[in-house]
T-cell receptor
Protein backbone atom coordinates (compact mmCIF):
# COMPACT_ATOMS: atom_id res chain seq x y z
CA UNK A 1 0.00 0.00 0.00
CA UNK A 2 1.55 3.33 -1.02
CA UNK A 3 -0.97 5.66 0.57
CA UNK A 4 -0.33 8.46 3.01
CA UNK A 5 1.19 7.24 6.26
CA UNK A 6 1.48 8.99 9.61
CA UNK A 7 3.57 8.22 12.63
CA UNK A 8 2.87 7.72 15.44
CA UNK A 9 -0.79 6.74 15.32
CA UNK A 10 -1.27 7.64 18.98
CA UNK A 11 0.64 9.93 21.29
CA UNK A 12 0.02 10.60 24.95
CA UNK A 13 2.02 13.37 26.53
CA UNK A 14 2.03 15.58 29.57
CA UNK A 15 1.20 19.23 29.39
CA UNK A 16 4.26 21.30 28.63
CA UNK A 17 6.08 18.62 26.67
CA UNK A 18 7.02 18.91 23.01
CA UNK A 19 5.74 16.44 20.43
CA UNK A 20 6.57 15.81 16.79
CA UNK A 21 4.49 13.99 14.21
CA UNK A 22 5.58 12.70 10.85
CA UNK A 23 3.69 12.39 7.59
CA UNK A 24 4.84 10.50 4.52
CA UNK A 25 2.76 11.49 1.48
CA UNK A 26 2.15 9.54 -1.69
CA UNK A 27 5.53 9.65 -3.39
CA UNK A 28 4.77 11.72 -6.49
CA UNK A 29 2.48 14.21 -4.71
CA UNK A 30 3.78 17.76 -4.57
CA UNK A 31 1.29 19.16 -2.07
CA UNK A 32 1.02 18.23 1.58
CA UNK A 33 -1.60 19.46 4.02
CA UNK A 34 -1.99 19.32 7.79
CA UNK A 35 -5.37 19.42 9.51
CA UNK A 36 -6.63 19.15 13.07
CA UNK A 37 -9.86 17.37 13.92
CA UNK A 38 -11.55 17.45 17.29
CA UNK A 39 -14.42 15.27 18.42
CA UNK A 40 -17.65 16.07 16.62
CA UNK A 41 -16.03 18.49 14.21
CA UNK A 42 -14.76 18.37 10.69
CA UNK A 43 -11.04 18.72 9.95
CA UNK A 44 -9.69 22.25 10.25
CA UNK A 45 -6.94 23.38 7.91
CA UNK A 46 -3.62 24.19 9.59
CA UNK A 47 -1.04 24.59 6.85
CA UNK A 48 0.11 23.29 3.49
CA UNK A 49 3.25 22.87 1.42
CA UNK A 50 3.90 23.00 -2.28
CA UNK A 51 7.04 20.89 -2.54
CA UNK A 52 9.25 22.24 0.28
CA UNK A 53 7.64 25.69 0.44
CA UNK A 54 5.09 26.39 3.16
CA UNK A 55 2.56 28.50 1.28
CA UNK A 56 -0.21 29.15 3.76
CA UNK A 57 -0.80 28.90 7.48
CA UNK A 58 -4.09 29.12 9.30
CA UNK A 59 -4.63 31.57 12.13
CA UNK A 60 -5.27 28.43 14.17
CA UNK A 61 -1.57 27.69 13.94
CA UNK A 62 -0.15 29.40 17.01
CA UNK A 63 3.53 30.14 17.53
CA UNK A 64 3.86 26.83 19.37
CA UNK A 65 3.18 24.96 16.15
CA UNK A 66 5.76 24.55 13.41
CA UNK A 67 5.78 22.42 10.30
CA UNK A 68 8.53 21.54 7.89
CA UNK A 69 8.91 19.67 4.66
CA UNK A 70 12.65 19.94 4.15
CA UNK A 71 13.12 17.97 0.95
CA UNK A 72 9.64 18.18 -0.46
CA UNK A 73 8.87 14.64 0.61
CA UNK A 74 7.91 13.81 4.20
CA UNK A 75 6.75 16.49 6.61
CA UNK A 76 6.88 16.99 10.36
CA UNK A 77 4.53 18.90 12.61
CA UNK A 78 5.92 19.93 15.98
CA UNK A 79 3.93 21.26 18.89
CA UNK A 80 5.94 22.91 21.64
CA UNK A 81 4.77 23.28 25.24
CA UNK A 82 1.65 21.25 24.63
CA UNK A 83 -1.62 22.29 26.24
CA UNK A 84 -4.71 20.22 26.96
CA UNK A 85 -6.51 22.09 24.21
CA UNK A 86 -4.08 20.60 21.71
CA UNK A 87 -5.65 17.18 22.23
CA UNK A 88 -7.05 16.22 18.82
CA UNK A 89 -6.54 14.06 15.76
CA UNK A 90 -3.89 15.49 13.47
CA UNK A 91 -4.45 14.58 9.85
CA UNK A 92 -2.11 14.77 6.92
CA UNK A 93 -3.17 14.74 3.28
CA UNK A 94 -1.34 14.93 -0.01
CA UNK A 95 -2.29 15.78 -3.56
CA UNK A 96 -0.81 16.13 -7.00
CA UNK A 97 -1.52 19.67 -8.09
CA UNK A 98 -0.76 21.71 -11.16
CA UNK A 99 -0.81 25.48 -11.26
CA UNK A 100 -4.36 26.69 -11.61
CA UNK A 101 -5.99 23.41 -10.62
CA UNK A 102 -5.51 23.49 -6.88
CA UNK A 103 -9.17 24.12 -6.18
CA UNK A 104 -10.07 20.74 -7.61
CA UNK A 105 -7.22 18.71 -6.14
CA UNK A 106 -8.20 15.36 -4.75
CA UNK A 107 -6.56 15.06 -1.37
CA UNK A 108 -5.58 11.65 -0.06
CA UNK A 109 -5.66 11.43 3.70
CA UNK A 110 -3.58 9.48 6.13
CA UNK A 111 -5.04 7.66 9.15
CA UNK A 112 -4.11 10.48 11.51
CA UNK A 113 -2.18 10.84 14.75
CA UNK A 114 -4.32 11.04 17.87
CA UNK A 115 -2.75 13.33 20.47
CA UNK A 116 -3.82 13.25 24.09
CA UNK A 117 -2.37 15.87 26.40
CA UNK A 118 -2.75 15.05 30.09
CA UNK B 1 -14.84 34.00 2.85
CA UNK B 2 -16.42 30.61 2.62
CA UNK B 3 -18.40 28.32 4.85
CA UNK B 4 -20.29 25.08 4.70
CA UNK B 5 -23.28 23.92 6.72
CA UNK B 6 -24.29 20.32 7.03
CA UNK B 7 -27.89 20.54 8.04
CA UNK B 8 -28.12 17.26 9.94
CA UNK B 9 -25.66 15.97 12.51
CA UNK B 10 -27.20 12.48 12.30
CA UNK B 11 -29.26 10.73 9.65
CA UNK B 12 -30.81 7.35 10.34
CA UNK B 13 -32.14 5.12 7.55
CA UNK B 14 -33.08 1.51 7.06
CA UNK B 15 -31.05 -0.69 4.76
CA UNK B 16 -32.40 -0.50 1.22
CA UNK B 17 -34.00 2.94 1.63
CA UNK B 18 -32.76 6.19 0.05
CA UNK B 19 -30.12 8.36 1.66
CA UNK B 20 -30.13 12.17 1.66
CA UNK B 21 -27.34 14.13 3.36
CA UNK B 22 -27.81 17.87 3.09
CA UNK B 23 -25.13 20.50 2.57
CA UNK B 24 -25.35 24.24 2.00
CA UNK B 25 -22.34 26.38 1.22
CA UNK B 26 -21.35 30.00 1.09
CA UNK B 27 -18.55 31.29 -1.09
CA UNK B 28 -17.56 34.58 -2.67
CA UNK B 29 -16.29 32.75 -5.73
CA UNK B 30 -17.39 29.81 -7.82
CA UNK B 31 -16.27 27.08 -5.51
CA UNK B 32 -15.25 23.52 -5.89
CA UNK B 33 -17.28 21.18 -3.72
CA UNK B 34 -16.49 17.76 -2.37
CA UNK B 35 -17.96 14.99 -0.27
CA UNK B 36 -15.64 12.84 1.83
CA UNK B 37 -16.48 9.78 3.91
CA UNK B 38 -14.75 8.70 7.11
CA UNK B 39 -15.24 5.18 8.36
CA UNK B 40 -14.26 4.42 11.97
CA UNK B 41 -10.50 4.14 12.37
CA UNK B 42 -9.93 4.81 8.68
CA UNK B 43 -8.72 7.83 6.76
CA UNK B 44 -10.99 10.22 4.91
CA UNK B 45 -11.87 9.07 1.41
CA UNK B 46 -13.16 11.17 -1.47
CA UNK B 47 -16.67 10.21 -2.59
CA UNK B 48 -17.10 12.79 -5.34
CA UNK B 49 -16.29 16.35 -6.38
CA UNK B 50 -17.89 19.16 -8.34
CA UNK B 51 -15.57 21.22 -10.49
CA UNK B 52 -17.94 23.41 -12.56
CA UNK B 53 -18.58 20.80 -15.22
CA UNK B 54 -21.80 18.76 -14.94
CA UNK B 55 -24.03 19.81 -12.06
CA UNK B 56 -24.95 16.20 -11.29
CA UNK B 57 -21.86 14.44 -10.07
CA UNK B 58 -21.56 10.70 -9.70
CA UNK B 59 -19.20 9.23 -7.18
CA UNK B 60 -18.10 5.93 -5.79
CA UNK B 61 -20.34 3.33 -4.17
CA UNK B 62 -23.49 4.60 -5.87
CA UNK B 63 -23.43 8.07 -4.34
CA UNK B 64 -24.21 11.20 -6.31
CA UNK B 65 -24.64 14.89 -5.58
CA UNK B 66 -26.28 17.77 -7.39
CA UNK B 67 -24.85 21.28 -7.43
CA UNK B 68 -27.63 23.87 -7.25
CA UNK B 69 -26.21 27.36 -7.47
CA UNK B 70 -29.54 29.09 -6.90
CA UNK B 71 -29.98 27.21 -3.64
CA UNK B 72 -26.25 27.15 -2.75
CA UNK B 73 -26.66 23.46 -2.05
CA UNK B 74 -24.72 20.29 -2.76
CA UNK B 75 -26.78 17.48 -1.28
CA UNK B 76 -25.51 13.90 -1.32
CA UNK B 77 -27.87 11.08 -2.26
CA UNK B 78 -27.92 7.34 -2.74
CA UNK B 79 -30.93 5.34 -3.93
CA UNK B 80 -30.47 2.41 -1.58
CA UNK B 81 -28.45 2.33 1.63
CA UNK B 82 -26.16 -0.55 2.54
CA UNK B 83 -24.98 -1.41 6.01
CA UNK B 84 -21.43 -0.61 4.86
CA UNK B 85 -22.46 3.01 4.21
CA UNK B 86 -22.62 3.70 7.94
CA UNK B 87 -19.93 6.34 8.48
CA UNK B 88 -19.27 10.05 8.95
CA UNK B 89 -19.74 12.20 5.85
CA UNK B 90 -18.16 15.59 5.30
CA UNK B 91 -19.13 18.26 2.81
CA UNK B 92 -16.20 20.46 1.75
CA UNK B 93 -16.00 23.77 -0.08
CA UNK B 94 -12.75 24.97 -1.60
CA UNK B 95 -12.21 28.54 -2.65
CA UNK B 96 -9.40 31.11 -2.67
CA UNK B 97 -8.16 32.39 0.65
CA UNK B 98 -6.89 35.91 1.25
CA UNK B 99 -3.46 34.58 0.41
CA UNK B 100 -4.64 33.30 -2.95
CA UNK B 101 -4.40 29.60 -2.13
CA UNK B 102 -7.39 27.30 -2.38
CA UNK B 103 -8.07 26.16 1.15
CA UNK B 104 -10.73 23.53 1.90
CA UNK B 105 -13.34 24.23 4.55
CA UNK B 106 -15.00 21.15 6.01
CA UNK B 107 -18.49 20.94 7.42
CA UNK B 108 -19.03 19.50 10.88
CA UNK B 109 -20.05 16.15 9.45
CA UNK B 110 -23.17 14.03 9.26
CA UNK B 111 -23.22 10.64 10.90
CA UNK B 112 -25.12 8.15 8.74
CA UNK B 113 -26.69 5.31 10.71
CA UNK B 114 -28.04 2.35 8.76
CA UNK B 115 -30.46 -0.04 10.45
CA UNK B 116 -30.93 -3.63 9.26
Amino acid sequence: DTGVSQDPRHKITKRGQNVTFRCDPISEHNRLYWYRQTLGQGPEFLTYFQNEAQLEKSRLLSDRFSAERPKGSFSTLEIQRTEQGDSAMYLCASSLASIGTSSTDTQYFGPGTRLTVL
Amino acid sequence: AQSVTQLDSHVSVSEGTPVLLRCNYSSSYSPSLFWYVQHPNKGLQLLLKYTSAATLVKGINGFEAEFKKSETSFHLTKPSAHMSDAAEYFCVVSGPSSGGSYIPTFGRGTSLIVHP
